[in-house]
């Protein structure tokens, strides 16, 4: 178990969705946090939550795509509270359409997002994280938690770009898994399925999939944002979220060709509509 209570946490994406509960539920725990997202309103918004709740909290706008911006976070974080303990990844950005539709442009932002922005605030905090650990008592560990996505362990059709980037994420926390043992740093990973976080289609890259998500019956956000928080306290290694993200991630190791047959169906599925739809 991982007592929160008095640790500096830097939560990423904190503006909406799950980061946004995610921080919220780990001020009822009693963490100091530290919160980015580019949308200073909501940030500030949240920052006037917490503190009316008595937690102790600071915000740090930025863009994480950007060097500059990723330095001032950390460092503002170093200034303003003079440790760090936990860096919670939950940033991202999703594009929703077909490969061949799709731009260069497009695959580039989403793996600066997604991929190249975490793996370099890891990087920054990292040396962070090891004095925290090196400075503990009670065997308290620091820790990263990576929110990737079931997208990074099986490649869903439609979503190819958003995939690739989060099967880069989860090999880049399974291999630091192993090289931060070294450092008392633990690394989880988190992986939902399809969320109802804030206007999620309003913030999708591209919204032009041809594949049926269930956007009304995805999960609440709050219900990941519980598991997150859990993953951190309970120290789990990885996590999938949720029934369907359960069921893919089970499947994958169990069933692959049921897994595999069931995403060709839903291309089938809408290529026959097509074939209808240009005949008629
Ligand atoms: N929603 C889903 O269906 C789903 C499913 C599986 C995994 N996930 C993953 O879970 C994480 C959180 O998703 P969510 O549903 O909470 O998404 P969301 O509601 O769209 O929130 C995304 C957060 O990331 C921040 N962000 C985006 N681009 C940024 C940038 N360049 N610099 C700094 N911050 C940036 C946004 O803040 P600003 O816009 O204010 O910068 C926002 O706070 C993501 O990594 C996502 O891939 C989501």
Known sequence: MRDVRGRVVLVTGASRGIGRRVATRLAE?????????RSTDDLTKLLDE??????QAEAFPGDLTEPVARER???GTIARFGQLDVLMNCAGV??????S????AIVRRVMEVNFFAPLEMIRL?????TRSFETSR?????????VASICGRWGIPSMSEHCASKHAFVGLTESLRGEFERFGIDTLLVLPGLVRSDDLQKHLLRNEGKIHLNFEGAQPPDEVADAVVKSLVKNRVEKAVGFASWGVWFGKRFFPRGVRFFMQRKV?????REKTETMA
């Open 138 to 146: 009670n065997g308290w560990k620091p820790a990263v938690v990576n």
């Open 29 to 37: 725990r009693g963490a100091i946090l530290a919160l980015t997202a």
């Open 94 to 99: 999703c594009s929703f359409g077909e490969f």
């Open 101 to 104: 539709t799709s731009t260069e």
């Open 50 to 55: 917490l503190r009316a709740t008595g937690a």
């Open 73 to 75: 976070i950390v460092s």
């Open 125 to 129: 905090c990292t040396p962070y994280l």
């Open 268 to 272: 089938w599925k809408y290529a026959k």
